[in-house]
C-alpha cells in the first residue's frame, strides 16, 4: 500500500471482511485488489460476492503467488477483471494498476460518448428546482436535484450520477452553497465537475463568494440559465 502511495495513489486497506465493508462504505474505488489467500474466505469468492451480492463496479483485480493457469481460471469462475501474480515484486504490481487504470478510463470515456450533459441542480426551493429542471431538460441536458448537501454528496460520489455540472444555490440551510462549493474543489475525485453558483443576491457579493469558493461561475437567478451552461459544457 505505501507503494502505490508512493506512486501517487490514493490508497486504502483492509485485513478481513469487516474492516473491507468498513473502507467500501467511505465510497467508491476505482480499482480494488484481493489476495487470493483470505483469512475468512478466499479471494475469488470475495470478488464473486462484492460483484453479486454487492454491486460493486469497481475493477477488481486477484492478486496471490499460486500458479498463473490456476490463477487466471480463478479470474474466469469469479469474475474478476483481472490477476496480477505476486512474483512480478512491486513494479510489476504499479504496472498492472496503471494498466487497470487505464482501461477503466477508457472504458468510461466510450461510455460516456454521445450522453447527454448531466446536470444537478442543488436548491432548497422546490419551486425553483421545478422551473430550471423543466427549462434544462426542454434544453436537452439530464437533470438530477437535490434539495441539501448532504443529498447532492451521495449522487456525485456515484460515477453513474457524477453530474458535468453542480448549478448551487448559495443560501441554503446547514451546508450553504459556498461551503459546499469549497468541498467539491477541494476533492480531487470531483475535478472535473465545473460548479455554477446561483443566487438571488447582489452581483458583487456572488462574484466576491464565486472568486472565493472557487466556483467556474455564477449566474443571477433571473437570468436565462440555458445560454450560460451551453457555454459551461461546450466541448473543449
Not at 475535478?191 to 455564477?218: F, H, N
Amino acid at each position: 500500500m505505501s507503494a502505490l502511495r508512493s506512486a501517487g495513489y490514493e490508497a486504502a486497506g483492509a485485513t478481513d471482511l469487516a474492516s473491507l465493508d468498513r473502507q467500501l462504505s467511505t465510497g467508491p474505488f476505482d480499482l480494488i485488489l484481493v489476495d487470493v489467500k483470505m483469512p475468512e474466505m478466499f479471494g475469488d469468492d470475495v470478488v464473486e460476492f462484492l460483484k453479486s451480492e454487492r454491486g460493486i463496479t469497481s475493477r477488481l483485480l486477484l492478486y496471490s503467488d499460486i500458479d498463473e493457469a490456476e490463477l487466471q481460471r480463478k479470474v474466469a469462475s469469479s469474475g474478476a477483471d483481472g490477476a496480477i501474480s505476486k512474483s512480478t515484486g512491486i513494479d510489476g504490481v504499479l504496472q498492472a494498476v496503471a494498466t487497470q487504470l487505464r482501461a477503466r478510463d477508457a472504458a468510461t470515456d466510450a461510455n460516456q460518448a454521445g450522453r447527454k450533459k448531466r446536470i444537478l441542480i442543488v436548491d432548497d426551493s422546490a419551486t425553483t428546482v421545478m422551473l430550471l429542471e423543466a427549462e434544462l431538460r426542454d434544453k436537452g441536458f439530464e437533470v438530477l436535484t437535490a434539495e441539501n448537501a448532504e443529498k447532492a454528496t451521495k449522487i456525485i460520489l456515484k460515477k453513474q450520477t457524477r453530474p458535468d455540472l453542480v448549478l448551487l444555490d448559495v443560501k441554503m440551510p446547514n451546508v450553504n452553497g459556498e461551503q459546499f462549493c469549497r468541498f467539491i474543489k477541494s476533492n480531487n475525485l470531483f475535478k472535473g465537475i465545473k460548479v455554477l453558483l446561483c443566487s438571488a443576491m447582489e452581483e458583487k457579493e456572488l462574484q466576491r463568494i464565486c472568486r472565493e469558493a472557487g466556483a467556474d461561475g455564477y449566474v443571477a437567478k433571473n437570468q436565462v440559465l440555458a445560454k450560460v451552461l451551453s457555454q459551461q459544457l461546450a466541448p473543449e
